[in-house]
């Protein structure tokens, strides 16, 4: 069992930027997880933002968020971030981290979740 809390969310104007973080309390299995974080905004569904792979060595990234978010953690605190900048209001969501063993952007692939953090960004 993999636990998860989000941080970090709040309310800022677009071009701002601001940093998620998510801890995870998993005994010992978090280097063990493909980490990602999803964002849901109201009335939609629940989408891929990025995912990091293990090690942290390789990360994937949508593309309405490509060179704008960037996604790492370290396992040595067990911490996946989420570095968010020149936001828009369009990334205004709740946002989600997940843990799972084999990553993709499928929501369905991954076992375990946050509670979420909200994010809104005002134009």
């Known amino acids: 069992q993999e636990r998860l809390a989000e941080s970090g969310g709040g309310l800022v104007q677009a071009g701002a930027s601001l940093r998620l973080s998510c801890t995870s309390s998993?005994?010992?299995?978090?280097?063990?997880?493909?980490m990602a974080w999803f964002r849901q905004a109201p009335g939609k569904e629940r989408e891929f933002v990025a995912r990091?792979?293990?090690?942290?060595?390789?990360?994937y990234y949508a593309d309405s968020v490509k060179g704008r978010f960037t996604i790492s953690r370290d396992n040595a605190k067990n911490m996946v971030y989420l570095q968010m900048s020149s936001l828009k209001p369009e990334d205004t969501a709740d946002y989600y981290c997940?843990?799972?063993?084999?990553?993709?952007?499928?929501?369905?692939?991954?076992?375990?979740w946050g509670q979420g953090t909200q994010v809104t960004v005002s134009g």
């Open positions: 990091i792979n293990m090690s942290g060595s390789a990360t």
């Open positions: 997940a843990a799972g063993l084999f990553g993709g952007e499928n929501p369905i692939s991954y076992l375990f």
């Open positions: 998993s005994g010992g299995t978090f280097s063990s997880h493909v």
